[in-house]
Each structure stands twice: as C-alpha cells, then as structure tokens.
C-alpha cells in the first residue's frame, strides 16, 4: 500500500479532559444524551441500537472492561430512561500483607489444636501431654477444620476470579479459650478485604461469591460429623461430666436412621474429634446465611431483592424481626450467651447499617437475577437454613451423666390361685455411664414359690436375688415368676416381697403386696397389735369379692391340745355385734376386724390364733396371721456398757446397725469389727469397746470368753441384722434414761412363759436386772404368788385340778421412768 492511500487521523484541535475522555469511551456503547453534570462524571444514556438488541446491561459490561482500564468504572441507575455516573476503583483493598494474614492463619490453627486438646481432655479423658491426645486433636480436629476454612477461601477467590471480581482471602479468628457455648477455637472467618468494600458488576456476581464459602462450610461440616460419628466407639467409661454435642438437624436425622436415636445421643457425649470440627464448620456456615449486614447471607438478600430494596425500611423492619424471632427461639433472652450475643450483634448491626445505600456496591443492581440462578439460589438457600439449623445448644454439659438408675416396681398385683406366671420389675438409666445393679426379696409367706430369672436359662431363689450392670441409656427387666398355692381356702392372704434395691451407690427398699384373686382374702399376713401389753389389740381386714356370699366369721385356736389349751378364750371381736355378715353390705367389699385381749394375752399365743369365715353354703376360709414382736424400748443413759457373753440381745454372727429414723437392715453395708480388742489382763478374754455415735454398724464380737464395753446413742432405733435380710432380727426403740439400768430391754420385754396343768408350779428365771425396787403388778383369774429376789422372782400358781393355766411375765417401763414386773396368768381350759 502506498502512502497516498493512507487515511488520516484525526487529531484534536486541542487536548481532552477528564470528562471528555470518558464520555468519548462511554459513546462506544451509549449514546449520550445530556451531561447530568457533579462532581463525578454522569450522563443520560441509552443503549446503542443494534448493540445486543439494545440491552443496557450488555452496554454497561462492555464499557466497564475498557473504563477497568483507566482505574474508572461505570454505575448504572434508572433514569429518563438512564443514566451512568463513573466513579474511580477504590484503591487499598489489598493492603494487608501475605505475611499479616498468614500469622492470623497460624494463630487459628494452634487456637485449633489447643481447644480440641482441652475438649478431648474434658470430656473423653486424658492429659495434655498424652500422645493419643495430641494426636487426636492434630490429626482430627485442627487439620480438618483449618483446612476446611482454607478450602472455602481458596474456591471463594477462584469463583470470584471467574466472574471477574478480584476476592480476598478468608482472615479466620482465632479464640484460644475453651469457651463452653463456643468450643472452636476459631470465633469468625470474614474475608479481607470485607466483600462489602468490593465493587461487584451485577447482582449474580454478588450472589454465587456469597454462597461459596456457607456451602462449603456446611456441606464439609456434615461429612465431617458423619465421619466422626462413625469413628466415635460406642462405650467410653467416663470419670467427669462430659460435655455432649448437639447436631444440627440434617445430621440428627441421618444420625438417628443410621446409628438409633439413643445411641446418638450417647456418641454426642464422647464423640470423635471429628466430630467437633464437623459441628464448627456447619454452625459457622449456618451463621453466615443469616441476613445480618456484612454476612453473606445479607449480600445473598440483596442479590435477590436489590440494594435499594434491601435497604428500606420495610425490609430493615422484617430483618430485625427475623433476627430477634431467631433469638428467641435458640433461648437468646433466656440466658444462651452465644445466641445473646448474635441476637444483639445481629440487632446492632440492622440498626446501624442496615439502611447503607453505600454497601456492598453494585454497578448493574438493576439487572436481576435469571430466573434459572434465582431458583437454585433460593432452593439451597432454603434447604441449607432448614437442614443445617442448628440445636438450641450446640455443646452442653450433661447433668445426669452419672445419675443413679430408677427402678419402677408394682406396688400390688392381683394374681390368681393355683396358678403360675411372672411380672416384670423394671430399672431404667438415664445416665452415660454403665452402673452395677441388684436386687434381693423376702418375705415371711411359705406358700408362695418365688423366684427370679435372671438369665434365659438361671433360676434364683428370692433371697439370693439378681445382679448385672446396666449400660448407659437402657433399660433392664427382671422376670420374677411366681407360682400360687393351690388350696385357696387356706392361703388366700394377701403377702408382702420386701425387696433391697441397689442401683449404682444407692440403695433402697420397697414393698410389693400380692392380693390372691379369692372370694376371700385376708388383708395381711400378719396382726397389727397396737403395741399394748395390759390390753392388747389385734387388728386386720378381710377382702371379699363382689359376688362373695354371706356368712359368718369366727376366733378360733388352730393349735389347740389337750395340753395347751385355747388361747383363742382370751380374745373377743370388737365393736362386731353379729358374727353373720353380708360382704355386698361392707364399704368397698371389706371388713375391718379387731380383736380385743386379756390382760397378757399377746404373749400366751401358742402360735394358732385364728379367723375363720364360713360362707352359707359351706365354704370355709381360715387365716392364721402372725404376730410382729413388741417394739421393745431400750433404755439408754448413754454411758459405756459392760455386755457379756450371756446378754441376749447379742449373738455372734450377726451386725448391730444403729440409726436414727428407720427399721430397716441396709443390705449395701460391709460391717466390721467394733475396734481393736484388747487383753484386760484376766483371764476372761479380750475387751472390746464400740460407740455407735462413732461407727452406726458393725460385726458382733464373739463374747464367748470376754466382753463388750458398748456405748447407745440415747435415741434412735438399734437393731440385730443378717446378711440375708432387710428385716431385723431383733429391733428395739431407744429412750433416754439416767438411771443404772442403761442398755436394758424393759418396755414389754418377754421374761417367760409357761401352760401348765399340775395343781401348783414353781419356777425361778433370771431377768438380768435387779428386781429390788421392781414393782409387781399381776393380772388374770388364776391366783398366783410371786416372790421377788435381789436377781431372780419366782411364781407359784394356785389353780384348780383339770385345769390348764398359762402364764407369762413381762417388763415394763411406765411414764415416770419406774419399772413394772407384770405377770399374767388365765384359765384357757380343762
């Protein structure tokens, strides 16, 4: 080509300005229409015709690749029908060092390892210099968490580089303190440069760079918790209260299908370190989608709905609502410091930034979102706040980690007669520990057949009862099966299973009654005696069913002789005007029954005191209850006293439990020996001294060849036990008292009794005590001498021939402190 064909160029007459030039860029793709004028550059526009079919947006895109150029870009707005105003890039975003932000990386990373260390060390056990503890909290919980976070940050600035925004990195705080609602060790991760500060070209850009980082957060920290809840074994023995993680929702869900609700519960409370990070990452995510200015989730917001939308009243008003409904259901105004915290950060934040027009700047905020963007946006969106919401606390300290187990046991059962079956006694433990249990039963019926079965294919008799250990967060049946007697008309008495408990450390005692399914049914196998020795009563009820027919009750002696005669002579009813009765007459189908007795009469049973019930038609019901021996009172002076080997109260092979409420033997005891002995320096054997404010339980010393120096509490309750039951053996009431007869059984306590039918008898007993100032009183229809010595008394009866004579003395301690020797003495036959 030669230089005459060359076209010239054109050059101005004189130099542009600033305004110029970038309105001449601008004519490239718009036509200007009127200079808006200020201080920065702005004009009335329209699109190019033919110009991608006169699409501003294109237009704006276009001319801010060359403006780009020149440190300039160009905002659209809507005017008559546009307008474009230019304002320069920022500049010093990207002022902090690599080497700034690797330090805040490094801090994190350590803030990591030492709170997962701490974690571990707190709820799994351990110590912090312990390899496994150091490896776990590296291997498992800093490595994965940090480098979750450098994930995120390292897709968030690829993406963003995609859509040809230049992003910062994440900038993760760390917080090196074991902060129990918070126990990360990474309190936040924001970008640097915050996104608000970045110039975005559209609202897509915006969008898709917000949602990076939650997305990976959240999906990473689900993978994470399944992972570690796999790696989490399934029995840990804990020796402190754990701290137990709660998941968010999507794992609760999958956790509960794959390893069963209970025993998720139980992995949350030693979960894997794994696991932990898992949480952090899913809580962080979660976080960020709310729509609190500067979080991702408010720049999503504003992808959707416009910067001058989201900055409206309306909407700041729905966003603090959405906020403070948020807190209050995650138990922000109930003390939740970590949802506090957000709620009033959240708040703050709303209040003070939420009508920036400024932030985050968008040049094309008036192109919205395509449909196609919008719907996906929207669907994880919704689907991320839904799945990953978080529990109400994420980590909390589990109370009744190491609770004892309960037990739920009938407290009375109806059961047929002649008949075989099994009911169920259930323990039930709340805690995360494994505990041992036992249980033991007694009762005084003999026509019962009891027995546990403690395993498929073992028996126990109720007294050797069951034992086993419970696992955290289950429950145990133990089968005790029971056959009924089979002659209903002598046994249908209801009984009682008095049965020992031991749970975990605690032990305890309850009671089952077993009402046989009879016509008739004695109340209980034993009299209740009023505990009166002049004039004694003998109480009980007897149950009918609805359908039972009349008929008559009657006192008689089973085991009456020849011999022994009736005891049943010095009993009659009380307050019964007719022995004939009619059950459908009774209140609640029961008669109450008592027994009125002679003077002494409650120590002249020979065993066969009895009811019978004879219905119309014949059928006869005879119950024998048993008599519960007197509560006897002990009187004490609390000093030391002398026992010897022939005290009655005290035998070998026994343990003495002293306590200050209860009748009960405690079967969770390991009795020992009193104390010490020591050689008295004669020859009648070793002394031993025991004070029961000192040591309340202990073994009985063999007194066969020496003594015991034992010192009783001046109230309460002492009592003989047994290995093999709840019940004691002997049991006495103490009362305080300062005379010389401290440690004496004197309230009701049986001397002797005799029958007899010879014409004249008499007999010596040695009482224990000095009778020198015993006062005698004497009671009955037979005529009896009584002569008292310093030690012993002796009783001469004067009866008639043929007649048989029972006869019984008894101690007593009357209301001024005096003691009574009584002696009773009745006809009960020829």
């Keep these: 080509m030669s230089d005459s064909n060359a076209k010239p160029i054109i050059i101005a007459d004189k130099a542009w300005s600033e305004r110029q030039f970038i309105g001449h860029i601008l004519a490239r793709y718009f036509t200007l229409i009127e200079d808006l004028g200020g201080v920065n550059p702005a004009w009335s526009v329209l699109p190019l015709e033919g110009m991608e079919d006169g699409d501003p947006h294109i237009s704006l895109e276009l001319a801010n690749s060359d403006l780009a150029e020149i440190d300039m870009c160009a905002e659209l707005f809507n005017d008559e029908p546009w307008a474009i105003q230019i304002t320069p890039t920022p500049i010093g975003l990207f002022s902090m060092s690599n080497k700034a932000i690797m330090l805040f990386w490094i801090a994190s990373f350590f803030s990591t390892f030492f709170v997962s260390s701490n974690w571990i060390e707190s709820t799994i056990g351990g110590n912090y210099t312990d390899k496994s503890v150091l490896t776990s909290a590296l291997f498992f919980y800093a490595i994965p968490f940090t480098g979750t976070l450098a994930l995120a940050s390292y897709l968030q600035v690829s993406i963003g580089k995609k859509l040809g925004v230049r992003l910062g990195h994440i900038l993760p705080i760390p917080m090196p303190l074991p902060y129990f609602p918070w126990p990360f060790g990474v309190i936040y991760a924001p970008s640097v440069p915050s996104m608000d500060r970045i110039v975005w070209p559209n609202r897509r850009s915006l969008a898709l760079s917000a ?31 754990p701290n137990r993680l709660s998941f968010p929702l999507i794992a609760n869900l999958i956790g509960s299908v794959a390893f069963g609700s209970e025993s998720l519960y139980l992995l949350g409370a030693w979960a ?15 976080i960020y989608l709310l729509p609190i200015p500067g979080f991702p989730g408010s720049r999503i917001l504003i992808s959707f709905v416009g910067l001058e939308a989201a900055r409206s009243f309306r909407w700041q008003v729905t966003l603090f609502l959405m906020i403070a409904v948020t807190g209050l259901m995650f138990g922000a105004f109930d003390g939740h410091s970590l949802w506090s915290f957000l709620t009033i950060y959240g708040s703050l934040q709303i209040l003070l930034f939420g009508s920036n027009l400024r932030t985050p700047r968008i040049l094309d905020d008036l192109k919205p979102l395509n449909e196609k963007t919008g719907t996906r946006l929207s669907h994880f969106l919704f689907v991320a706040l839904l799945l990953a919401l978080p529990s109400e606390m994420p980590t909390e300290m589990v109370s009744d980690w190491d609770d004892t187990p309960e037990w739920s046991i009938p407290t009375s059962l109806d059961l047929d007669l002649n008949s075989t079956g099994e009911f169920y006694i259930l323990l039930d433990s709340p805690a995360l520990i494994a505990q041992d249990w036992s249980v033991r039963g007694w009762t005084n019926d003999t026509y019962w057949d009891l027995k546990w079965q403690c395993t498929s294919t073992t028996n126990q008799t109720l007294n050797n009862g069951c034992s086993g250990q419970i696992q955290p967060l289950s429950k145990v049946k133990i089968p005790l099966m ?45 009299w209740n005696w009023n505990q009166n020795h002049e004039s004694p009563q003998l109480c009980t009820s007897i149950l009918f069913a609805e359908d039972a027919l009349p008929g008559n009750v009657s006192i008689i002696d089973t085991a009456t002789t020849n011999t022994t005669g009736d005891s049943s002579l010095l009993w009659t009813f009380d307050g019964l005007s007719s022995a004939a009765l009619i059950p459908n007459e009774l209140e609640n189908h029961t008669l109450p029954l008592c027994l009125n007795g002679e003077s002494g009469a409650i120590h002249q049973l020979s065993g066969g005191l009895s009811l019978r019930w004879v219905s119309d038609e ?26 010897l080997s022939d005290n009655e109260a005290f035998t070998s092979n026994s343990y003495v439990l002293w306590n200050a409420e209860y009748t009960f033997c405690r079967q969770d005891l390991f009795p020992r020996l009193p104390g010490v002995a020591f050689e008295n320096g004669s020859d009648d054997g070793p002394e031993w001294r025991w004070d029961l404010l000192f040591r309340e339980y202990g073994l009985i010393p063999n007194l066969a060849n020496g003594s015991l120096n034992l010192t009783v509490p001046a109230e309460g309750w002492l009592m003989v036990c ?63 001498d009584v002569v008292l010595n310093q030690s012993n008394y002796s009783i001469t009866i004067n009866q008639q021939n043929g007649q048989i004579v029972s006869t019984s003395a008894w101690l007593q301690l009357d209301s001024d402190g005096l003691i009574e020797l009584h002696v009773a003495s009745w006809e009960i036959g020829v």
């Design 211 to 241: 949602i990076v980082a939650p997305s990976v957060l959240i999906i990473s920290g689900f993978f994470c918790i399944m992972l570690g809840l796999w790696l989490t074994p399934e029995n840990v023995t804990l020796s402190q209260q």
């Design 272 to 286: 894997h370190p794994l696991a932990l990070a898992g949480l952090g990452l899913m809580m962080l995510g979660w």
């Design 482 to 526: 029971w056959a009924s007697p089979t002659d209903s008309k002598m046994n249908s008495s209801v009984i009682e299973i008095h049965l020992w408990l031991q749970s975990g450390s605690t032990s305890s005692q309850q009671t089952i009654r077993i009402i046989p399914n009879s016509q008739v049914v004695l109340d209980s196998t034993n």
């Design 618 to 643: 014949g059928e006869i019901y005879t119950f024998t209850p048993s008599v519960v021996d007197s509560v006897v009172t002990l009187s004490s002076s609390g000093q030391p006293t002398m026992l």
């Design 722 to 784: 047994d290995d093999d039951s709840p019940l004691p053996s002997q049991f006495w009431q103490i009362s305080s008292t300062s005379d010389e007869y401290s440690l004496s059984m004197i309230n009701g306590q049986l001397l002797n009794s005799i029958i007899t039918s010879d014409s004249s008898t008499e007999f010596s007993l040695y009482g224990g005590l000095s009778f020198a100032d015993v006062e005698l009183r004497t009671h009955g229809n037979v005529d009896i």
